[in-house]
């Protein structure tokens, strides 16, 4: 017994470092991210029109499989292929990349693109977002879908496309598109609301170490990690919890109307083949595909919002990742 109790104090000690260090490094990166806010401000749009990589993809293939001679009259065609095709006005389709993690730090991109998208986007133009998030923070998702719902705000087709996972945040993103397009074994869902954390209090109690904690207002802290947790905190806290799962079956409600809550929100996940069956999503399809077929009618451009954080801020965010992996 007395092995045991050594060992899980070792283990105690060791999280409670593990948590230190993460506290510290998370910290290091937030001033980092708010010293380089100005620099970082000053990002650059990156447009890259899909039509011609497509044409070079099949150029290259061309060239390794075809005769001199029956490449000589491809090349031929193309050009002239793409001689008609700058005499014809084509629809375009605006292609966004959000790949979110817990904090949904891309939504900073994400508004970038959106409000430069829409200085010059069209009503017969559609946004396509190829969206991967396993979801994250209630209110920094609420931005994310925010954003999204500026796109449908203008009246311009907005298509949400999702090859591996749009969960709980992500989902919340995605609800909001005109149409979803899922892969076959895609994760779909999660519409719930979850919060964990650990409690320090009677290892801290003890060792004869005492924490204080001073609130104006009965309700400013719940729970808490170091403090004693009592009945009524616990009660507050779920309430608050389920007063956030309301508020977003509320919003899938509103923007999807067609999906039976009382069904899909208990917060698990369905893949792509359930989520059609659920209507959670419209087509079971990749986003490679979807685009590959619009490229014949469509004019596509892919666009992204770029910074660059410095060396030191890359460094701390790696090493915060690291650390969360372990």
């Known amino acids: 017994m007395e092995l045991i109790n050594e060992y899980g104090l070792f283990l105690a000690k060791t999280a409670t470092l593990v948590a230190a260090i993460l506290i510290v490094v998370s910290g290091i990166a937030a001033l980092l991210g708010r010293g380089g806010s100005d620099s ?190 009592t009945d009524q905190g616990r009660r507050k806290f779920q309430e608050e919890i389920e007063e956030a799962h309301t508020l977003f079956k509320d919003f899938v409600k509103t923007h999807r109307p067609q999906v039976d809550l009382e069904r899909v929100a208990t917060g698990e996940h369905w893949y792509g083949t359930q989520a059609l069956d659920c209507r959670l999503v419209d087509e079971l399809r990749t986003s490679d595909d979807l685009l590959l077929d619009a490229k014949s009618g469509a004019d596509l451009y892919e666009v992204a919002y770029l910074t660059k954080k410095p060396w030191l801020a890359r460094l701390i965010t790696q090493t915060g990742a690291a650390l969360r992996q372990s």
């Open 40 to 229: 970082e401000s000053h990002g650059r749009l990156d447009i890259r029109c899909l039509n011609e990589d497509y044409e070079q993809m099949a150029t290259t293939i061309k060239a390794a499989t075809l005769s001199k001679k029956a490449f000589k009259q491809f090349r031929k065609e193309q050009k002239a292929r793409e001689k008609q095709r700058e005499k014809t006005e084509h629809h375009r389709v605006f292609v966004l990349n959000f790949h979110g993690d817990i904090r949904a730090v891309a939504v900073a991109a994400l508004r970038e693109e959106i409000t430069a998208l829409l200085t010059v986007a069209q009503s017969e133009d559609e946004v396509v977002v190829r969206l991967e998030s396993a979801g994250g923070l209630v209110h920094a998702y609420g931005l994310a879908a925010a954003q999204l719902l500026r796109i449908r705000d203008r009246r311009i087709k907005l298509t949400v496309t999702v090859d591996k996972i749009a969960a709980s945040g992500g989902y919340m993103m995605a609800c909001v598109a005109d149409r979803i397009i899922a892969a076959p074994f895609a994760v779909v869902g999660s519409i719930g609301v979850i919060a964990q954390l650990p409690n320090f209090n009677r290892l801290l109690k003890k060792h004869d170490i005492d924490y204080e904690q001073f609130m104006a207002g009965e309700f400013k802290r719940t729970v808490t990690v170091l403090g004693e947790n």
